[in-house]
């Protein structure tokens, strides 16, 4: 549902799962609108990383570079800008900060066999790794973003799981 109540969303992927599209329903109306359309010869990944902000503009992740990355689009589909972009690809999303204008999710980055969490503006500036200590990281974001549980192991170490504010990752967090 978008914020206001009054469309909800939802994806229609074709059996082959080579064609996603994200259509609009206007409760009011009763009708529906197809605002976006993902192709893929081969394959369509689904994924949650669906976000709605309250002018209906929304926050969407995409293969179409060859990569998973994230775009901002208008409530009529449109891309208004990449968030991420790079030979690299978002994992997933963890939480989308709307009043700090940013999102924190995870990604292997550069290096395919760890997991690190990021964060980054809405704007597609200020791209920072969140995570120091090498293995592969997992994030639940308090609302707000301040606090992170930070869950992580690597090959040579057991898991753990901490409790940290964000600014002891990163002081311009």
Known sequence: WLPTGAAAWFQVLDRDQTRLELVRWDVAAGTTATLLVEHDAAWINLHDDLHFFPDGSFLWSSERSGFRHLALHGADGTLVRPVTAGDWELTEVEEVDEKGAAVVFTSPGTDVLERHVFRVGLDGTG???LTREPGSHRAVVAPGG???????SRATQPGRVRLVMVNAYDAGF
């Open 127 to 129: 791209l920072k790794r």
């Open 146 to 152: 301040r606090w992170i549980i930070d869950t992580w």
